[in-house]
C-alpha cells in the first residue's frame, strides 16, 4: 500500500487533533482546576482562621457577661449620694459600739472618677486600740466600699507623778482618712 498526499495529510490531521485538544482544551483546563484548588485552599484556611475567631467571640461574650455580673455586684456596693448620710451613721454607730469617741467627721475635695464620687471623709478618733482595731475592722466589713486612705496614731502620754518621764495614758488619738465611693452626679455628703 502506497500512501499519498491525501493519506499523509489525514495522518497529520489525526496526530495534531490530540496535540491541539492538549493545548487548547486540556491544558486551560488543568490551569483552571490548579487555580479552583488553590481558591479552595485559601477558602478553608479562611474558615479555619474564622471558626477559630467565632470560638474567640464567644469567649469574649463569656467574658463580658462575667464583667458585667462584676459590675452589677460592685454598683450594688457603692451607695447613692444620698445614701452617704445613712453611711456615716453607721459609722458612728460603730464607733458607739467600739467604745470610741469619733470628735470629728469632714468631707473634703470630692472628685469624680470614672463616674463614681470619690469622698474622703477626715476623721478625728479617740479611744483604746483594740476598740480602734475593732472599729477599722467593722468598716471593713461594711456592705458598701469603703477605703482607708491614711491612718495616723498617737498615743495620749501623761507625766508621772514625779514629773520627769512620760507614761501612756492607754487611749490612742487617730486621725484617719477614709475615702467613700458612690454614684451620682456630685451630690453633696
Not at 489525514?10 to 485538544?21: G, K, N, Q, R
Not at 487548547?24 to 488543568?30: A, C, G, I, M, Y
Not at 467604745?99 to 475635695?109: K, P, T, W, Y
Request: proline residues 4%; aromatic residues 6%.
Amino acid at each position: 500500500m502506497k500512501m499519498g498526499n491525501r493519506e499523509i495529510t489525514f495522518l497529520i490531521v489525526l496526530a495534531a487533533v490530540p496535540v491541539a485538544a492538549w493545548f487548547f482544551v486540556f491544558q486551560p483546563r488543568n490551569h483552571d482546576i490548579e487555580q479552583s484548588r488553590r481558591e479552595i485552599a485559601a477558602m478553608e484556611a479562611t474558615l479555619t482562621r474564622l471558626d477559630r475567631l467565632a470560638g474567640a467571640v464567644g469567649d469574649v461574650r463569656l467574658a463580658i457577661d462575667e464583667a458585667e455580673g462584676r459590675l452589677a455586684d460592685f454598683r450594688r456596693n457603692i451607695p447613692d449620694a444620698e445614701e452617704v448620710d445613712d453611711l456615716l451613721a453607721e459609722m458612728h454607730r460603730i464607733g458607739d459600739r467600739n467604745s470610741l469617741r469619733l470628735a470629728s467627721i469632714r468631707a473634703v475635695n470630692q472628685s469624680e472618677v470614672q463616674g463614681h464620687l470619690e469622698i474622703p471623709l477626715n476623721m478625728e478618733v479617740r479611744g483604746d486600740f483594740p476598740g480602734i482595731y475593732r472599729f477599722l475592722v467593722d468598716l471593713e466589713r461594711l456592705p458598701r466600699i469603703v477605703r482607708v486612705q491614711s491612718l495616723e496614731l498617737e498615743r495620749t502620754m501623761t507625766k508621772s507623778r514625779s514629773g520627769d518621764e512620760d507614761r501612756p495614758q492607754g487611749d490612742l488619738d487617730v486621725a484617719v482618712t477614709v475615702v467613700v465611693y458612690c454614684e451620682g452626679d456630685g451630690g453633696d455628703a
